[in-house]
């Protein structure tokens, strides 16, 4: 996205955990240890042997335990691993009855010293797991006695389980103490701490922060036109009330309340997106954003001039939302999600805009391209006359995990997923806590070698703001693994591996960070499940929101594919999607990548799609049951003549392309614009391609020639008008077929 030709839109702008669920654990409860009736016994018995290479250090004690159930509120989980032998956990009276601890990493385990209370399991099973999921049995134990006895196990796991399965009395189960020894490290690689600190690049303030408003204004001053630069900052506000703020949030910049809900944070002024920087041009305004907090703006409008990957999320504007920059000049935006604005939204001279499950006091007019999906408030459908497209809701939507206080203790709120979504997500808050010691807090230097150490530990990942060279691709193989980045974490593949594999498991969450192409060719920059892949995760699908992706303009860079999504179900909310047309190393070859998005699994859905400039087609979607809910794409400015991108006797790669296989999609408001730098006489011939048959449905689409730099013959296969001239006015089919 480089410049826009205003055409009709300056006419328009005259005229908005807990842990993951393994068997239903109960959560443990702290209380005064109570008896229920029946005396506890003195813990009492004999030991088993050691094994040679264990550690004498309790690897359970203190961590964070849960149950299958508890006798009482005085009997919690948490009581076997406090290291106190006057306190225990019971369960309830009944067959089977469980206990587990997480060590925090995965640990080589050895050996496991119960100590029982006269409820005592006859037979039971020690187990381990990487993920709290899948259990392997270390140990099989029948007629046991009780007492105190220590058993050598053999295995790794980051959960240990005690699992018992007959009891010694019509009492539950109930143990005073569990030990867990771990392998001692003989010089090897120790495992990775989860937790810790947020990193030097993350500030965290609260309303009594002194010079709070110079620190904003400083790291603007450095991010304002920082296009390509390595900055990268995150502003953290504790819960709390801010009074005249005006937070300008420049390149590479995260603005992000700590509170449970968003009106937790409130700021009494202004978070502020202008484009003083680019004379007035909103069109580059790219890689920001501004999340879970509530605004009352200083003069009744907030003014949030961006264009794309600049997601604004779980907001509350106690007023109005300008999205045009100062003067009204050129905007191409944008996405907002999961927000409340209770004024009017003014989009003016923006050129695009998707909104979804939100709420709007009113929305002013539009130019090309608006779709808006569970929003309350919304303009409705016009799309033959005018620019709207409305669905009252949204079929499938999980919002993006966020990093919040509890108490003085950070977790990572992982929302779940909604179906016919309508309006925003809070206060209701549905979803579950992962505390920050579940997590490996990545820093600037780490290595790819550490991050996959972390994840095969069955840590997630937290990348605080920073460039992180990757010398082998990062593979999360875990299910319900969350990798979230902080002030557009950016990854950089070097020597032409991929940046990251996702397997074809449940639930795993990406978010919130950027990856930029090698200067060596990677095969594909995120791929989301391995070829051939046929899960059905319809029940936890896999989520990719605010994942960006940029081939050149920090310099050379090239992939064939930026984004493979071989799983089912996956849902896409919220990508930019980009091959560079302006920075550095920028050329038709220079910064080449051939395929935006290729979509081979079925049932996948998109929201918010952008995808620009790619060398052949910008989207492929070879799956079935697909549907895209809005799609802004531009084609390769750089084209160097039609003879470049002529393929089977059709000149120019469809901007979005359904595999003439496939015989289920469905799409909604979608745009594709053509600006021909290099060469103004080709004539695409269309931008979308997809086969005609009864169960392809697309609805809401356009092209535009962007001040005559080239032109399309047809809006979709052979059906449209062609564009005309130099009028930069929009070619619509509203329904196809």
Known sequence: MRLRFMGVALAAAAALIALPATQSPVAAAAGTPLSQGRPPTSPSGQSAGVAAACGTGNAALGRPASASSTENAGTPASAAFDGDPGTRWSSAFSDPQWVQVDLGSVQNLCKVDLTWETAYAKEFQIQASANGQSWTTLRSVTGATGGTASYDVSGSGRYLRVYGTVRSTGYGYSLWEVAVHTESSGGGTPPVQGGGDLGPNVIVVDPSTPNLQQRFDQVFAQQESNQFG?????????????????????????????????????????????????????TQNFWRSAENLAIRPSHGDDRWAVAQAAPFRRIHVQGGL???????????????????????????????????????????NGVWNMTFTGVQGAPATDFATGSYTTLDTTPISREKPFLYLDGSTYKVFVPAKRTNARGVSWPANAGS??????????????????????????????????????????????????????????????????????????????????????????????????????ADHSAN??????????????????????????????????????????????????????YGLWVNGNDVLATGLFVEHYNKYDVYWNGERGRTIFFQNEKAYDVPNAAAITHDGIVGYAAYKVADTVNTHEAWGLGSYCNFTADPTIVQAHGFQVPVKSGIKLHDILVISLGGKGQYAHVVNDTGAPTSGTSTVPSKVVQFP
């Open 541 to 594: 699908p896999t989520t990719v929101q605010d994942v960006f992706v940029r081939i050149g303009g920090a310099g050379p860079g090239l992939a064939t594919n930026s984004v493979v999504v071989n799983s089912n179900n996956v849902v896409i909310d919220h990508t930019w999607l980009w091959r560079a047309d302006h920075g550095s190393g920028v050329g038709w070859n220079t910064n080449r990548a051939d």
């Open 322 to 364: 300008n999205l045009a920059p100062n003067g009204y000049g050129w905007a191409s935006g944008g996405y907002i999600a999961d927000s409340k604005i209770d004024g009017t939204v003014g989009p003016y001279s923006q050129q695009q805009w998707y909104t979804r499950d939100s709420s709007v006091g009113g929305w002013t």
């Open 230 to 282: 390595a900055g990268r900052y995150q502003f953290l506000l504790k819960p709390g009330t801010y009074n005249g703020i005006n937070a300008q949030i420049g390149f590479y910049t995260s603005i992000s309340g700590l509170g449970l809900n968003p009106d937790d944070t409130q700021i009494n002024g202004d978070i502020t997106v202008d484009a003083g920087w680019f004379n007035g041009n909103a």
């Open 433 to 534: 806590s992962l505390p920050l010691d579940q997590f490996y807090v990545v820093k600037p230097g780490a290595t790819a070698a550490t991050i996959n150490q972390a994840l095969s530990q069955g840590l997630n990942l937290l990348f605080t703001p920073g460039v992180y060279h990757l010398d082998r691709t990062i593979d999360v193989t875990r299910a319900n693994t969350v990798v979230l980045g902080l002030g557009l974490a950016t990854l950089v593949p070097d020597n032409g591996v991929d940046a990251m594999h996702v397997a074809d498991v449940d639930g795993v969450r990406l978010a919130g960070f950027l990856i930029d192409a090698g200067t060596v060719n990677s095969d594909t920059l995120l791929r989301v499940g391995q070829p051939g892949s046929s």
